[in-house]
């Protein structure tokens, strides 16, 4: 049980990077920046994205994921030293979470990218993807800086695969979310 909350704990601010694109509509600045992460590009004649992702809420997804990196290592690290993964130094964390912040929401990019050329229309459920498409690409971009095994990346993905879907259906519930996936 040690190793699944370590590794659920470690890959932590990445998720919430993740979950900062959407949160960036509530934040002052980030949602004032309206520009699609796009910038209009079409493939097949489709947009490759589509106006609801900004490149707004993939910078304050990217800020959010690494602030929490960041928080995590100083003040939070120290006092639960038995599930932290990986003995970094400052500058490593900061870097670690920009990349994974980073792959976090190009995960989700080239996912919607990759909908849109199979004819899966925006905002429609697309399991398991929808749930993994964050965990996997920013854990492979992680695995180039620190020593992440087959056992670390598959808790990552599964535990991230359940926390996704219980987290979109609490969204839904309070209506943060017109959908439940």
């Known amino acids: 049980m040690t190793f699944i909350f370590s590794c659920i704990y470690f890959y932590l601010p990445a998720a919430l990077a993740n979950m900062g694109a959407f ?3 509530f934040v002052p600045g980030f949602k004032d920046i309206h520009y699609p992460v796009d910038f209009g ?5 489709r947009r490759a994205v589509g106006d609801h992702k900004t490149i707004g809420g993939y910078l304050f997804g990217v800020v959010l ?3 929490i990196g960041i928080l995590k290592y100083l003040f939070i690290d120290p006092l639960v030293s038995d599930f932290v993964l990986f003995d970094l130094t400052l500058l490593q964390t900061i870097l670690l979470y920009f990349v994974m912040a980073n792959g976090a929401l190009l995960g989700d990019l080239l996912e919607s990218i990759i909908k ?3 004819n899966i229309p925006p905002h429609s459920a697309w399991v398991p993807f929808d749930e ?3 965990s996997v690409f920013a854990m492979l971009l992680a695995s180039a800086m620190v020593p992440i095994t087959w056992g670390i990346y598959f808790t990552v993905v599964t535990a991230y695969f ?3 879907v ?6 839904y519930a309070l209506k943060l979310k017109k959908v439940p996936y």
């Open 23 to 25: 949160l960036s509509k």
């Open 132 to 134: 993994i498409d964050h």
């Open 162 to 164: 359940f926390l996704h």
């Open 65 to 67: 994921g690494t602030s």
């Open 41 to 45: 590009l079409k493939i097949h004649n």
């Open 116 to 118: 849109r050329l199979v």
């Open 166 to 171: 219980i987290s979109n259906v609490v969204g």
